[in-house]
């Protein structure tokens, strides 16, 4: 192939038509840092490649290659062979002018690239496909349109003008071309078949990304819903609903109709576009910024036909709009939400329920008809292609830890799944967290006793005028869970249970349900952020009276800081890069420290009101400190103490942390990370470690008392409740639950504990199941006498006598 060449009537009309291109166009990129989420090497030469031929999505690239100093796709690439051109288009452009030799042209240009790189070993040329999108809208049933991709150069022109700012390109993983031409010899057969699969692979690739982007085919509401009326499991529900309620079958049949009308979403893309334009300017006054981890494993899902759930923790209603954005703007269809009826007040139902929310009541219970409608709806939903999203806690936490799963949803996701639906489904756990959640303070009320108030458009517009800068906001996603090898992992028969009409409710439905439930809830705390409040805060309500110096504060960050990188609790845990003062300067500008300043420097501190809100910062992270604050406490109350029995003693407290705080390790997995710990506190100077002997560094005493202290609040509830089991093993497990509550509930007052989970009754209730499971309770209430003794052997040395003796008073 000769040297490339541009001819001057190429470079006129790419003059041409980059001035209207910047005039018109503000195109987003997907990720929003291709450089750095995607490794692309700006020292390496680039290789362009376009689903089609078009100058005007050219230009929109070259745009965005100069915003990321990358490499002009108008320059060229220098090799061995000549110069070669610096971008390609897959197929041809649209028009009655584009040539049908576009794809051989491509073929021949991606055969010169692979010959350059076997006559030069030297030379690496990223292959890195981009595609650019002019509106995102998805087609409508019943209705022709003209897909962008045959749009002619006028049409696609005018679309340019109008469509100028709704307009995204999508960066891809780079391939090597150097990779790529070590698997052929310098055989011209081998080549072109090469690369006639590299531009067949491509044309796939640009294909599936846009459905990804687009979405299934929006149907005409109304006709769905008579549809889903007909269907044979509804039709039987509605007869029974009219024999069970002595009521005529077209009364039972429009009952059924006005539960569908309630539920169904009615999304729009003219609603998402508003709301995207709305929520970009809100999240710009509200916070300093969105950061968004691992969202490229499930844009691969997504390219690969997977039904994706999203399944995140639920800490604000700006959930439900935040993880939306995030996924619209990271390239994806925002998913249809299971959203509870109280949202469902005017006029913020109708708006939710066009940007895809369907409503939920909060009960099913004794209404089969509601249920099956439900589930009827839940399953075209899937059936049809839309991606779903539901908290599987069911409701926000009050706490800031998560709550124990409500598995309704996820069993009729099983259940949907059983009724032979081809396409694989893949559940995505998503953190989602905050510098500062708007409803922290009516959470605190309501933790006191306070009732719920109902949600309404007074109430949301009075929250929306006091809102400030809410610092950064992070949406975590998790390690997806395909739920076809999830079920052929744990149940292999599970194809056998498969029924079309969706009625299947195999034995093994609820157990298998409720574990992967837990797998959802451990997954959400392995991708958790941890940020600059939630590291404060924690810091701060481990000291005596929720006060430190500045020096001493910035010091523990730093010490949570190494270990946290040093010691990661999962991969896909966020740690900040900031240096600890950054951190400190970060949290203390959003104005919830109390700083005074004497001759000897700053002092940081919590109001006590403030000292209980910002427990639910400190909650969101709580598994990740709980355990090196449990050893810590062990270290320094024994003093002096060898590595194996500071490892069972973790070992014999950890079941129930883990039910608690939905900790991932098994004990394998626990023994190593416990192991590692140990050698981060010898780094730290923190303790002096030989295998036989642990002691601690009395000059970092101080350090290792303010770690141990974390976990402080956690084992004053199991001494609670083992001390009650230990005077009387036959207490059943309500009245365990109740008078441990009873007894946290006095001591919180007693000694001034002001964490509101820490007389929680959810927080007891699963202690008490946990109890239950590991043998301290059997099905007659009657309890382990040995396993209680040794337990609370272990329990004691670790609570303060003044609390001791306050538990044992009380009782």
Same mark, same amino acid.
């Given at each position: 192939?000769?040297?490339?060449?541009?001819?001057?009537?190429t470079?006129?009309?790419? /003059?041409? &038509?980059?001035?209207? $291109?910047?005039?018109?166009?503000?195109? %987003?990129?997907?990720?929003? #840092? +291709?450089? *750095?989420?995607?490794?692309?090497?700006k020292?390496?030469?680039?290789?362009?490649?376009?689903?089609?031929? /078009?100058? &005007?999505?050219?230009? $929109?690239?070259?745009?965005?290659?100069? %915003?990321?100093q990358?490499? #002009? +796709?108008? *320059?060229?690439?220098?090799?061995?062979?000549?110069?070669?051109?610096?971008?390609?288009?897959?197929?041809?452009?649209?028009?009655?002018?584009?040539?049908?030799?576009?794809?051989?042209k491509?073929?021949?240009?991606?055969?010169?690239?692979?010959?350059?790189?076997?006559?030069?070993?030297?030379?690496?040329v990223?292959?890195?496909?981009?595609?650019?999108?002019?509106?995102?809208?998805?087609?409508?049933?019943?209705?022709k349109?003209?897909?962008?991709?045959?749009?002619?150069?006028?049409?696609?022109?005018?679309?340019?003008?109008?469509?100028?700012?709704?307009c995204?390109?999508?960066?891809?993983?780079?391939?090597?071309?150097?990779?790529?031409?070590a698997?052929?010899?310098?055989?011209?057969?081998?080549?072109t078949t090469?690369?006639?699969?590299?531009?067949?692979?491509a044309?796939?690739?640009f294909?599936?990304?846009?459905?990804?982007?687009?979405?299934?085919t929006?149907?005409?509401?109304?006709?769905?819903?008579?549809?889903?009326?007909?269907?044979?499991?509804?039709?039987?529900?509605?007869?029974?609903?009219?024999?069970s309620k002595?009521?005529?079958?077209e009364?039972?049949?429009?009952?059924?109709?006005?539960?569908?009308?309630?539920?169904?979403?009615?999304?729009t893309?003219?609603?998402?576009?508003?709301t995207?334009?709305?929520?970009?300017?809100?999240?710009?006054?509200?916070?300093?910024?969105?950061?968004?981890?691992?969202?490229?494993?499930?844009?691969?899902?997504?390219?690969?036909?997977?039904?994706i759930?999203?399944?995140?923790?639920h800490?604000?209603?700006?959930?439900?709009l935040?993880?939306?954005?995030?996924?619209?703007?990271?390239?994806?269809?925002?998913?249809?939400?299971?959203?509870?009826?109280?949202?469902?007040?005017?006029?913020?139902?109708?708006?939710?329920?066009?940007?895809?929310?369907?409503?939920?009541?909060?009960?099913?219970?004794?209404?089969?008809?509601?249920?099956?409608v439900?589930?009827?709806?839940?399953?075209?939903?899937?059936?049809?292609?839309?991606?779903?999203?539901?908290?599987?806690?069911?409701?926000?936490?009050?706490?800031?830890?998560?709550l124990?799963?409500?598995?309704?949803?996820?069993?009729?996701?099983i259940?949907?799944?059983l009724?032979?639906?081809?396409r694989?489904?893949?559940?995505?756990?998503?953190?989602?967290?905050?510098?500062?959640?708007?409803?922290?303070?009516?959470?605190?009320?309501?933790?006191?006793?306070?009732?719920?108030?109902?949600?309404?458009?007074?109430?949301?517009?009075?929250?929306?005028?006091?809102?400030?800068?809410?610092?950064?906001?992070?949406?975590?996603?998790?390690?997806?869970?395909?739920?076809?090898?999830?079920?052929?992992?744990?149940?292999?028969?599970?194809?056998?249970?498969?029924?079309?009409?969706?009625?299947?409710?195999?034995?093994?439905?609820?157990?298998?349900?409720?574990?992967?439930?837990?797998?959802?809830?451990?997954?959400i705390?392995?991708?958790?952020?941890?940020?600059?409040?939630?590291?404060?805060?924690?810091?701060?309500?481990?000291?005596?009276?929720?006060a430190?110096?500045?020096?001493?504060?910035?010091?523990?960050?730093?010490?949570?800081?190494?270990?946290?990188?040093?010691?990661?609790?999962?991969?896909?845990?966020?740690?900040?890069?900031?240096?600890?003062?950054?951190?400190?300067?970060?949290?203390?500008?959003?104005?919830?420290?109390?700083?005074?300043?004497?001759?000897a420097?700053?002092?940081?501190?919590l109001?006590p009101?403030?000292?209980?809100?910002?427990?639910y910062?400190?909650?969101?992270?709580q598994?990740?400190?709980i355990?090196?604050?449990?050893?810590?406490?062990?270290?320094?109350?024994?003093?002096?103490?060898?590595?194996?029995?500071?490892?069972?003693?973790?070992?014999?407290?950890?079941?129930?942390?883990?039910?608690?705080l939905?900790i991932?390790?098994?004990?394998?997995?626990?023994?190593?990370?416990?192991?590692?710990?140990?050698?981060?506190?010898a780094?730290?100077?923190?303790?002096?470690?030989?295998?036989?002997?642990?002691?601690?560094?009395?000059?970092?005493?101080?350090?290792?008392q303010?770690?141990?202290s974390?976990?402080?609040?956690?084992?004053?509830?199991?001494?609670?409740?083992?001390?009650?089991?230990?005077?009387?093993?036959?207490?059943?497990?309500?009245?365990?639950?109740?008078?441990?509550?009873?007894?946290?509930?006095?001591?919180s007052?007693l000694?001034?504990?002001?964490?509101?989970?820490?007389?929680?009754?959810?927080?007891?209730?699963?202690?008490?199941?946990?109890?239950r499971?590991?043998?301290?309770?059997?099905?007659?209430?009657?309890?382990?006498?040995?396993?209680?003794?040794?337990?609370?052997?272990?329990?004691?040395?670790l609570?303060?006598?003044?609390?001791?003796?306050?538990?044992?008073?009380?009782?």
């Amino acid at each position: 192939m000769s040297t490339w060449t541009m001819s001057w009537w190429t470079k006129a009309c790419f /003059s041409i &038509i980059r001035i209207p $291109v910047k005039f018109f166009v503000q195109s %987003k990129s997907i990720p929003t #840092d +291709p450089i *750095q989420e995607l490794n692309i090497d700006k020292q390496k030469p680039i290789l362009y490649v376009l689903p089609y031929n /078009s100058k &005007i999505d050219l230009m $929109v690239v070259r745009s965005l290659c100069e %915003k990321y100093q990358l490499p #002009d +796709p108008l *320059q060229g690439v220098k090799t061995d062979n000549g110069l070669l051109p610096a971008f390609l288009y897959i197929d041809k452009g649209p028009g009655m002018f584009a040539s049908n030799q576009q794809k051989k042209k491509s073929i021949e240009i991606i055969g010169e690239y692979i010959k350059a790189h076997k006559h030069d070993s030297e030379l690496d040329v990223q292959m890195l496909p981009v595609s650019v999108m002019f509106s995102r809208a998805p087609d409508k049933e019943g209705k022709k349109k003209l897909s962008l991709q045959v749009l002619g150069g006028t049409r696609k022109f005018i679309k340019m003008i109008f469509s100028g700012r709704d307009c995204y390109t999508r960066f891809s993983n780079t391939v090597s071309f150097k990779n790529l031409a070590a698997q052929v010899n310098e055989n011209d057969e081998q080549i072109t078949t090469l690369a006639l699969k590299l531009s067949r692979v491509a044309r796939i690739h640009f294909s599936k990304q846009r459905t990804a982007s687009v979405g299934p085919t929006l149907p005409v509401r109304q006709q769905m819903l008579r549809k889903l009326l007909n269907n044979p499991a509804l039709t039987d529900a509605i007869q029974e609903e009219a024999k069970s309620k002595n009521i005529s079958l077209e009364k039972a049949r429009k009952n059924a109709l006005s539960m569908l009308n309630e539920i169904a979403a009615n999304f729009t893309y003219r609603a998402l576009k508003m709301t995207d334009f709305v929520l970009t300017w809100a999240w710009s006054r509200l916070y300093q910024g969105l950061k968004v981890t691992n969202a490229d494993p499930i844009r691969e899902l997504a390219q690969n036909g997977h039904e994706i759930v999203y399944a995140p923790c639920h800490r604000s209603h700006m959930d439900y709009l935040l993880l939306s954005y995030v996924l619209y703007r990271q390239g994806l269809v925002p998913p249809h939400i299971a959203a509870g009826i109280n949202l469902n007040f005017w006029p913020a139902g109708p708006i939710f329920r066009r940007l895809g929310a369907f409503f939920i009541r909060r009960s099913f219970k004794g209404n089969k008809l509601y249920t099956a409608v439900f589930r009827e709806y839940l399953a075209e939903l899937f059936m049809r292609g839309y991606s779903v999203e539901y908290f599987i806690e069911g409701g926000r936490s009050r706490t800031g830890r998560l709550l124990d799963p409500k598995t309704g949803m996820l069993m009729m996701t099983i259940q949907t799944l059983l009724r032979g639906d081809p396409r694989p489904i893949s559940i995505v756990p998503v953190y989602i967290g905050y510098e500062h959640v708007l409803e922290v303070a009516t959470y605190a009320n309501e933790l006191r006793g306070a009732t719920k108030k109902k949600e309404s458009l007074w109430q949301t517009i009075k929250a929306f005028f006091k809102l400030k800068k809410l610092g950064y906001g992070y949406v975590n996603f998790g390690q997806p869970i395909p739920l076809n090898q999830f079920l052929n992992h744990h149940i292999p028969e599970w194809r056998e249970a498969i029924d079309p009409t969706g009625a299947a409710r195999p034995n093994w439905l609820t157990p298998t349900t409720n574990l992967l439930a837990k797998n959802i809830m451990e997954s959400i705390n392995s991708s958790a952020a941890v940020n600059a409040m939630n590291l404060c805060c924690s810091i701060l309500l481990a000291s005596q009276q929720s006060a430190l110096t500045k020096k001493r504060l910035i010091e523990h960050i730093n010490h949570a800081l190494v270990m946290l990188k040093n010691v990661p609790y999962s991969e896909l845990i966020t740690v900040p890069n900031n240096s600890a003062e950054e951190l400190f300067e970060h949290a203390k500008a959003m104005g919830k420290f109390v700083i005074t300043e004497d001759d000897a420097g700053e002092i940081v501190s919590l109001s006590p009101e403030q000292a209980i809100l910002m427990t639910y910062y400190r909650n969101n992270i709580q598994h990740l400190i709980i355990i090196p604050a449990i050893m810590a406490r062990i270290m320094v109350k024994h003093n002096r103490i060898s590595a194996d029995e500071l490892i069972a003693q973790v070992l014999r407290l950890y079941p129930l942390i883990k039910s608690e705080l939905f900790i991932r390790y098994d004990e394998e997995q626990l023994l190593t990370y416990v192991n590692k710990l140990i050698h981060s506190f010898a780094e730290l100077n923190l303790i002096n470690y030989t295998p036989e002997r642990i002691t601690l560094n009395y000059l970092k005493i101080a350090s290792m008392q303010l770690l141990a202290s974390g976990s402080k609040d956690t084992l004053q509830r199991y001494a609670i409740a083992f001390s009650l089991l230990q005077k009387d093993p036959a207490m059943s497990r309500a009245s365990l639950e109740k008078e441990s509550r009873l007894i946290a509930e006095r001591l919180s007052v007693l000694h001034g504990i002001n964490a509101p989970e820490f007389f929680d009754k959810g927080v007891f209730s699963t202690l008490v199941s946990t109890l239950r499971e590991q043998g301290y309770l059997d099905d007659k209430d009657e309890g382990s006498l040995d396993k209680i003794k040794l337990m609370n052997e272990t329990l004691k040395p670790l609570i303060t006598s003044r609390v001791l003796q306050t538990i044992e008073e009380i009782y």
